[in-house]
């Protein structure tokens, strides 16, 4: 019973995860979350509370796991931002999921104000090292890092321009965005000589 | 009468501009749009047609007016990419609805693509003058440019933080992120020596 209860809320986080990075908060709904989950709408809401709460669980799992994948690293922002690049490219419906909450629930979680906080902390301690340049606030370096990590997928050029993420890139073009990733990032964080 | 119907075309792609910024297509309601405009309802279907194509229009308006602000100037990516987040500050509603496009709308429209080629044709013209790295694919130089610029209306840390994008920066974070991109884009563009 317990064991089929997780199944069952499983299968709704990943219904629901299809479903918002699709249609977003407003556009989602709890019909077709319940149905492709094999889920009845009222545990739906028994289990995850109304739509806006079940994004929010949605989105903080995916933040949850992306902090796990792709732990923050000042010491080596390139590889960093390659590994971001890799992670939003693994499943671009990431990408869109994120946008929509950026769009539609704005505030920033406490998990994201911690995360941030601590990104913050590693790169400033990375400046006073010599490792990243102290040029830049420590804020606008995870700025760029992560506007151009995210680049192919915020400017119109890039696998989030469909709905269901999947027109994939071939290989080759892959590998290309990638290495300017790294390169860009690479260009961006090194201390200036002199 | 004529002008009577200009007025209120104005009026009403004016309040569908704040409310598309504001909740996308999904969310919007025709009837609050036809309320803040002092229009009737039944008036915006005749002028515009749909929901859809209602934010087609607003979109088209917005993007021609940002092309006419911002001319595109492969030879001076840094001045480009500042003058796009100078643009992009004035009214942080715009990269909401460019958001909100690139999900709900993500089709290219004839207007997109032509731009798109004739700014690969710029670059790929300065690459061959030796003024931007040729490293690079030149789409990709495009890609690194826009995601640096927009980074941070796209990643979390900016003013699209509101939905009516009421919470500006103070002034001096305003310069230097400003600062920032200008400086970015420079060494990203920059050709390599030797």
């Known amino acids: 019973m317990a064991r089929d209860s997780q199944a069952t809320r499983a299968r709704i986080l990943e219904a629901a995860f299809a479903e918002f990075a699709r249609y977003g908060i407003a556009g989602a709904r709890v019909d077709r979350i319940a149905e492709a989950a094999g889920a009845n709408k009222r545990m739906i809401y028994v289990y995850y509370g109304n739509k ?10 995916a933040l ?9 690293d000042a010491l080596h922002l390139p590889e960093y931002a390659g590994a971001i690049f890799d992670h939003l490219t693994a499943d671009p419906r ?12 704005p505030e920033a979680t406490a998990l994201e104000a911690g995360s941030y906080e601590r990104k913050i902390a590693s790169l400033v301690a990375a400046q006073e090292a010599g490792r990243v340049d102290a040029g830049y606030a420590p804020g606008d ?9 995210q680049a192919w997928f915020t400017t ?11 027109s994939a ?12 990733v790294v390169d860009a990032v690479a260009r961006i964080g090194a201390p200036r000589e002199g």
């Not at 806006?52 to 989105?59: N, R, T, W, Y």
């Not at 949850?64 to 923050?72: D, I, L, M, N």
């Not at 890139?169 to 300017?180: D, L, S, V």
């Open 52 to 61: 806006e709460q079940l994004f929010d669980q949605v989105i903080q799992e």
């Open 64 to 72: 949850e796991k992306g902090a796990e994948s792709v732990p923050f």
């Open 94 to 105: 990431l990408m869109r999921l994120v946008m929509w909450k950026r769009l539609e629930r």
């Open 141 to 149: 370096v995870l700025a760029l890092v992560l506007g151009v990590a």
């Open 156 to 166: 119109g050029v890039g696998p989030a321009d469909t709905a269901d993420g999947s």
């Open 169 to 180: 890139w071939p290989e080759e073009h892959r590998a290309r965005h990638r290495r300017a």
